[in-house]
C-alpha cells in the first residue's frame, strides 16, 4: 500500500483524519450492503453471487485504508491485535462469558 501510494503521490492526502473518514465511508458502503437483509440470511446471500462479489469489494477497501492509516501511524496490526485479543480475554473469561453477550451497562 506504501508504494502504491507513493508511486502516485498520494500520500500528502494520506493524513490520519482523511484516512479515517475514507474508512468509516467505506465500512458505510460496507453496511449499505447488508442494511436490509435479514439478519439470519445476510451471510447466506453474502456467500455468492453478485453480494459475494460486492462485499469483497468493500471489505476490500475497508482492508486498504486500515493497513494505509496503521501505516501512517506507525502501528504493528498484528502485534496491536494481539494484544487486543489477550486484554479482552482476560476481561472476558470464557466460563463467564461463553454464548453470552457482554452487558454494556
Known sequence: MRA???????????????????LVGEV???AELFQWLPADAAA??????HLHERAGEELADVLIYLVRLADILDIDLGTASLRKLRSSSSRF?????????????
Open 4 to 22: 502504491f501510494t507513493e508511486e502516485r503521490d498520494w500520500g500528502q492526502f494520506h493524513d490520519p483524519k482523511s484516512l479515517i473518514l475514507a
Open 28 to 30: 458505510g458502503e460496507l
Open 44 to 49: 447466506d446471500r453474502a456467500r455468492e453471487g
Open 93 to 105: 473469561p470464557t466460563a463467564q462469558f461463553h454464548g453470552q453477550a457482554p452487558d454494556k451497562t
